[in-house]
């Protein structure tokens, strides 16, 4: 067993952590004032955003990144667009791996914080305001500091959600070391090739890890509610 371990390459456990952690890092910038809008707002439009936002949670993966490939594309507008004045390419790097992981996880960020900026007393809200406050200081300092669940359920569910990524990610980066083949992708390769015993203790480590992760927002929301009661 000591020697399976010892022949463990880490290489697409911490990629795939790097992956979770710019990721989840770039949606709560994206996503914070996103669902801010969405949970104040009474506009007709908020349905459609809202679907659009939770896309990602019932399109195929393999849907999600066939799409993403072909706007990332050298081919495409955007692809091009970034490889003549960035030369920086979208597709079959890592640059690609993170602009796709955050379309993909979109949801997962948006959605709990929206929740949770719903559940404040409105009456909170107008306070602040009267005291002079205005709508940034009144997100950091009022809204924030009182969804503490619903934001470290966003943060460490989205983080959790991307490592575990599969099919966009070999959609849009392929499989090359050290650059797009995360744990998920090494795991598909193993089996491909029959590799069951590195299949297992890579699964294994990819479970625990999920474990631990969903353990320690339940741990943190249970005791969260006791001290309100």
């Given amino acids: 067993m000591i020697d399976m371990l010892q022949n463990i ?3 697409p456990f911490i990629l795939s952590f790097k992956l979770a952690g710019l990721t989840t890092i770039i949606l709560f910038m994206i ?23 939770a896309l990602p949670i019932v399109l195929p993966p393999s849907v999600l990144g066939f799409y993403i490939l072909v706007v990332l594309s050298q081919n495409s507008p955007v692809g091009s667009f970034f490889e003549d004045v960035f030369d ?9 791996l993170v602009v796709a992981s955050c379309f993909y996880s979109l949801p997962f960020m948006v959605q709990p ?9 409105k009456n909170m809200l107008e306070a602040s305001y009267v005291a002079g406050k205005g709508k940034i200081e009144t997100i950091f300092k009022v809204a924030l500091p009182n ?3 619903a934001l470290l359920t966003a943060i460490i569910v989205t983080f959790a959600h991307t490592v575990g990524e599969f099919g ?9 070391p050290n650059e797009t083949k ?7 390769e193993m089996v491909e090739i029959m590799d069951y015993t590195g299949a297992h203790i890579y699964s294994a480590i ?3 890890i999920s474990f631990i992760v969903l353990l320690s927002v339940y741990i943190f929301n249970h005791k969260q509610k006791k001290s309100f009661i």
């Fill in 9 to 11: 390459e880490f290489a």
């Fill in 31 to 53: 996503s914070l004032p996103l669902s801010w809008y969405l949970s104040q707002t009474k506009s007709k439009i908020k349905p459609v955003l809202e679907a659009i936002t």
């Fill in 88 to 96: 920086i390419k979208l597709v079959f790097n890592f640059t690609g």
């Fill in 113 to 121: 914080l929206q929740s949770g900026f719903e559940s404040i007393n």
């Fill in 147 to 149: 969804i503490k669940p």
């Fill in 168 to 176: 966009v990610v070999l959609m849009v980066g392929g499989s090359i």
């Fill in 182 to 188: 995360v744990a998920s992708v090494a795991i598909y």
């Fill in 206 to 208: 990819m479970v625990l």
